[in-house]
């Protein structure tokens, strides 16, 4: 099929799907001004009849650069939602705006925080991390050794094996993309390689496993296989660039890209390496759910293939008929997004969307595609494809599998983790964004 020339001789983008679904092309093909008229977008702004008004601001210098820039006093209402914000005595959850950002990285002030007993005040100096058990040489590294030691960055997500829980509750909830998916974020880390610390301290060949431990309270730990440690694992120092975030673990963190958010021990002090796994606490309860069957995943490190829309979601209330970009993330712990196809109309028929490049490995990837609302009730859903051929499932495969409750406990309380089905925005007659169930 080919696109047609309107009447202005613009070539007009192609519908390819249902409820107005835009050919991707149009955004990759041409000037910004041609895929404007092809788009029919030209006239989001208001006429303009007059030249511009100098503002206040426009007359007087403006303000001093502090040595730290704050974002703008306006932005404000752009922050993360708190499951404790008094600090009782249990878990602390803060969660990513993902509606109100938009592009691959979360800044660091908005990446989510889980901290099961607080966020430890860590004196950088006093700071030691010990690997030792089955290595040729047990080591403590100051900040300062593990500064010597050649460094990487990479992209990669980090995501709550709860993050989306409330997909298993029975009827849909009505809360935000916050609410639901805001248990991921996105950052660049640059620190030293496992490995690297692994060739120093040499490793026993009986080594099948080590086990990571915090500095905080809880001594939060976690058993990891060795091939992780040999693979991608870092002690990550940075985040997007400055030292980590005091609630993203500060001063170092363990990192395995693509991996279970609660094994990325935050605080690290300790890496043991042992001939099995701990089964420590968070292993062995909350992170084995436990299935329909009675019977419990022991080990779930994987982060699957998934992806959700950002843009619309609910709160963003479309303003009447017209152009609209459809866009949200994609990532998944097995490597690279290979596909996200869009859906207006409840999954009856899909669209190709463009992806953002560069689609990097772990990390977020944001996928964009046009749209023409017609103003009448659609269905806007994403679905996600990795490198590896894992395909995203829809909820009703996922549910088969996992279960589903039909009260609405708090986000722990869920039968399952690890969601990663399909999620589904209704857009309503008004422009309201509504969270169903196709
Ligand atoms: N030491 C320590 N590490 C920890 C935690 C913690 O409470 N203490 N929380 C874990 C959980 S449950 C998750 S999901 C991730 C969250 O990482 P983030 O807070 O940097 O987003 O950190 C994990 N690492
Ligand atoms: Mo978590």
């Known amino acids: 099929m080919q696109s047609k020339r309107s009447k202005s001789g613009w070539l007009e983008p192609e519908v390819v799907a249902g409820n107005g679904l835009l050919d991707r092309r149009a955004f990759l093909r041409g000037g910004a001004a041609a895929a404007g008229a092809m788009m029919g977008y030209t006239f989001v702004g208001s006429a303009a009849a007059e030249p511009l008004a100098d503002d206040p601001w426009s007359k007087v210098p ?3 650069s502090p040595p730290y820039e704050q974002r703008s006093r306006y932005e404000e209402k752009v922050a993360r939602t708190l499951s404790n914000p008094k600090g009782e005595p249990r878990t602390q959850h803060a969660r ?3 509606h109100l950002i938009n592009g691959t990285f979360t800044p660091n002030g908005l990446h989510f925080t889980i901290v ?11 700071h030691r991390l010990l690997i030792h058990g089955l290595v040729k040489r047990p080591l403590v590294f100051t900040l300062d050794a593990l500064h010597r030691y050649p460094m990487v960055s990479r992209m990669s997500f980090v995501e709550c094996g709860g993050n989306s829980a409330p997909f298993f509750s029975k009827e849909p909830i009505q809360a935000s993309v916050q609410a639901l998916h805001g248990l991921v974020s996105c950052a660049e880390w640059t620190g030293v390689r496992l ?5 120093e301290t040499g490793i026993d060949p009986k080594a099948k496993w080590f086990i990571a431990e915090g500095a905080d309270a809880p001594a939060l730990s976690r058993s990891v296989p060795m091939t992780k440690a040999l693979d991608d694992a870092m002690v990550a120092l940075y985040q997007n660039g400055e030292r980590i975030m005091p609630g993203n ?7 395995l890209p693509g991996w279970e958010g609660n094994m990325n021990v935050k605080f690290l002090r300790r890496i043991q390496l042992t001939d099995a796994p701990a089964m420590s606490y968070y292993e062995a309860r909350t992170y084995a759910p436990v299935l329909p069957n009675g019977k419990a995943y022991q080990f779930y490190f994987l982060q699957e293939v998934k992806s959700f829309i950002t843009h619309p979601s609910p709160g963003l209330t479309l303003k009447g008929p017209g152009f ?9 712990g097995n490597g690279r997004i290979s596909k996200v196809m869009v859906s207006a109309d409840g999954g009856q028929s899909w669209a190709q969307t463009a992806l953002q490049e560069p689609v990097p490995s772990k990390a977020f990837t944001r996928f964009r595609t046009p ?7 659609a269905v806007l859903q994403s679905h996600a494809w990795d490198e590896a051929g894992n395909v995203q499932p829809t909820r009703a495969q996922i549910v088969a599998v996992r279960g589903e409750t039909t009260k609405v406990p708090p ?3 869920f039968p399952s983790q690890h969601y990663n089905g399909i999620t589904t925005w209704a857009i309503e007659r008004n422009g309201e964004v509504k969270h169903v169930y196709a």
Not at 249 to 255: C, K, Q, T, V
Not at 324 to 332: D, R
């Open 96 to 98: 990513t705006p993902h």
């Open 324 to 332: 609209y970009e459809i866009s949200g993330v994609a990532y998944s």
């Open 411 to 413: 986000v722990t309380g």
């Open 62 to 64: 403006g303000g001093i």
């Open 195 to 199: 490995s690297t610390l692994l060739e």
């Open 249 to 255: 673990g500060y001063p170092m963190r363990l990192l």
């Open 371 to 377: 749209w023409r609302w017609d103003n009448n009730p």
């Open 116 to 126: 099961h007993a607080g966020t430890p005040d860590i004196d950088p100096d006093k």
